[in-house]
């Protein structure tokens, strides 16, 4: 692979540096670097923000870099100030207006320079459109009337628009220069709102030579960006699942958070995906950084994991192309430890799927779904996705129904998994949440998980089977966050329904489960200035002799750890361990046959 056994580890080098680099200095930063950790790659930028670095530039730092033994591609971000005695146009970021000549012309002279000097480039994820001048409203309102969009929307145009682009002023002048130039297009970690700006990977998919995955992790109090932290997991999948072997890597970056150990599990999450790319944004902003030793150090800790590791599983999530609905709702999921992978395809051999309201954006989904369910698969649909197709003939698999009603509580009733005659426990959450009342008829569903404070209850979640396989619904909390307010009871029942390789957690939210294809898992409690140790229980379904832990030694005979079973009880059997936020581990599960 290169200098790590698993994954190519590579940066980022912006233009500005490329422009102003002398050599001196430039060793001297990556000497630093290569004390702490060892680069494969750099894509080295000669263009941003109007900002354009000379020939001369970029053959001095490629020098250096190719001497230090690291692999040279390109790197373009499109972002561009007004031009000279232009009237100024209000474009966030500096992102392009690609209805003006002068910006669009520049555009194809450096992707013209970058085929020239350059066998590869990757874009960086400015490479999307939200002018709203006056030629950009009259292109959108000419392109509705053509096609019959009558609601004023950008979304058509812009992904219409944004694939031209592509084409024609990036691809096309590159590989006039080269045609042997290999393009990558990076997509950032917003992907709901992708088709609202252009970002189109439908057809984009089909234009460029490879994908790229944006992993950056925000803080989502403080930022405008509402990611939850698993994300830098599930979008990796989303991308693979989407092009299969062409998805070059995940991109991290030190900013808009607080604590170190939440830049750590950038690279610990996008890791934990299988990537053939770890991306450090940028060589500037980490050059003498405090970030940079303890990532060095984890960046062999992870190398050794991954040895162990299979491919990626979990309940499939299913997000077509341009969807948007309950933004990121997966990803809460994620965070509550239910084990959670992503595809833009219909995931017919899927063994769980999961269905948000960004599902119902395909016109085909009950139809799909009825047929998955009635052939003996299992689905978690999610209140929203319910609400988006009443009218599409859900209802012929559910009697559930929605009022408008909504309900406040935090007093929990909940079933066992043993049907007629199962356990009852009654956990009270630390706090209320608010939740859509799911009406449903007795006896035709039936409430797994109850909540309400009063003499009343209402579900959480509900079953309903349906020829051979079965439907869970999910009443979604109206705040997303508010998933994580619910007690670790709940959320072991709802794990317990949907095991990833045959394992799920018991324990509350905050801790992760990523689980792989060879009887492998990683359990990682998230860092926040809140969580504590905490004992947790693994189930394993079926007979497991022991939880091996391949990268942990016993201190005193240098044997592999081995955890031996709690106990073992309806079909499955339990192991307990200690997590410490923050750290990762990894287990596989022997059973007798593979010793």
């Known amino acids: 692979m290169g200098n790590y056994r698993n994954f190519k580890l590579v940066y980022y ?144 145009y812009r992904l219409a628009l944004m694939e031209k ?16 130039c290999r393009i990558t297009i990076k997509y950032p970690n917003w992907a709901e709102s992708y088709q609202e700006t252009g970002y189109n990977p439908a057809e984009q998919r089909k ?96 190398d050794a994991v991954l040895d162990h590791c299979g491919t990626p599983v979990g309940t499939v999530c299913y997000l077509p192309d341009n969807s948007q609905g309950e933004d990121n709702v997966q990803d809460f999921l994620g965070m509550c430890g239910l084990p959670v992978v992503c595809s833009p395809y219909w995931p017919e051999s899927a063994s769980s799927i999961l269905l948000t309201r960004a599902a119902a954006c395909d016109p085909e989904i009950v139809e799909r779904l009825e047929a998955y369910v009635a052939g003996g698969g299992k689905a978690l649909v999610t209140s929203g996705f319910l609400e988006a197709t009443m009218d599409r003939g859900i209802q012929r698999m559910t009697s559930i129904r929605f009022t408008g009603r909504r309900i406040r509580g935090r007093q929990y009733r909940i079933e066992g998994i043993e049907p007629f005659r199962p356990a009852l426990t009654f956990p009270r959450g ?36 349906y020829g051979k396989g079965q439907m869970l619904t999910l009443a979604v909390p109206d705040s997303f966050p508010d998933l994580y307010k619910l007690p670790a009871e709940v959320l072991t029942r709802l794990r317990s329904e949907f095991p990833a390789a045959g394992v799920y957690l018991e324990c509350g939210s905050g801790t992760s489960l990523f689980a792989y294809d060879n009887d492998a898992f990683i359990v990682y409690p998230y860092a926040t200035s809140a969580s504590q140790p905490a004992t947790i229980r693994i189930h394993v379904t079926g007979e497991a002799d022991a939880l091996e832990m391949p990268v942990r030694k016993e201190w005193n005979t240098d044997r592999t750890i081995r955890l031996q079973p709690l106990y073992r009880k309806d079909g499955e059997t339990v192991f307990e361990t200690r997590t410490q936020p923050g750290a990762y581990e990894l287990y596989r599960v022997i059973r007798s046959k593979n010793g």
Request: proline share 5%; net charge negative.
């Open 13 to 156: 080098f912006v233009a500005a540096g490329t422009a102003r680099a002398n050599r001196e200095q430039l060793e001297k930063e990556i000497a630093f670097f290569e004390k702490y950790l060892r680069p494969d790659k750099v894509y080295l930028e000669p263009f941003r923000s109007g900002v354009m670095a000379s020939e001369d530039q970029v053959a001095l730092c490629r020098e250096v870099f190719e001497r230090h033994g690291v692999e040279v591609a390109g790197g373009l971000t499109t972002t561009i100030p007004t031009p000279e005695g232009a009237d100024p146009k209000q474009r966030l970021f500096d992102t392009f207006c690609y209805n003006d000549a002068a910006m669009t012309d520049r555009l194809k002279e450096v992707c013209d320079f970058l085929g020239r000097h350059f066998n590869e480039f990757i874009i960086d994820d400015f490479f999307f459109t939200n002018c709203t001048c006056d030629t950009c409203r009259r292109e959108r309102d000419l392109f509705n009337k053509a096609h019959g969009i009558t609601d004023g929307s950008w979304k058509a």
């Open 165 to 180: 682009v592509s084409r024609e002023y990036i691809i096309a002048p590159a590989k006039a220069a080269n045609p042997d």
């Open 430 to 465: 630390t706090e209320e949440i608010g939740i859509p009342v799911c009406e449903f008829r007795n006896n035709s569903a039936w409430a797994l998980v109850k909540v309400g404070d009063t003499e009343e209850s209402f579900g959480v979640l509900l079953r309903d089977t």
């Open 207 to 302: 234009l460029f030579d490879r994908i790229y995955t944006g992993t950056e992790a925000r803080d989502t109090v403080t930022t405008d960006q509402h990611l939850p932290r698993y994300l830098s997991y599930s979008l990796m999948t989303y991308f693979e699942h989407m092009w299969p072997g062409h998805n070059g890597g995940g991109w991290f970056d030190p900013f808009d958070f607080h604590l170190t150990e939440q830049y750590l599990e950038q690279a610990y999450l996008t890791a934990f995906s299988k990537p053939k790319e770890l991306m450090m944004f940028c060589f500037q902003a980490l050059a003498d950084s405090p970030y940079i030793p303890p990532l060095g150090y984890h960046l062999d800790k992870l």
